[in-house]
């Protein structure tokens, strides 16, 4: 029974009549800009995951930076403007 019906769905999907059918001209157009919003998607979403592994791993800009540059130390002003009485 089973090889029968496959028999029968193979025969009547090999069997193809003229669909008189068209492709839109404007397809062409809603795929292009389907990819490319599939790209930019895609692009941003692994920009977030890059940047949220870094900070997970330390290994932020902001955070290297800060700890191999010493805090500048403020020196006071010495005597280089004189007052004027």
């Known amino acids: 029974m089973i090889k029968q019906t496959l028999l029968v769905i193979f ?7 003229s669909a008189m059918a068209y492709i839109d001209p404007g397809i062409g157009a809603i795929f292009a800009q389907g990819l490319i919003g599939a790209i930019a998607a895609f692009s941003l979403f692994f920009s977030k995951v890059r940047d949220t592994l870094r900070r997970v791993l330390g ?9 191999t540059k010493p805090e500048r130390e403020e020196q006071p002003e010495t005597g280089s403007k004189s007052k004027k009485s």
């Open 11 to 17: 025969i009547i999907l090999s069997t193809t009549n």
């Open 59 to 67: 290994l932020a800009k902001g955070e290297s930076d800060t700890q």
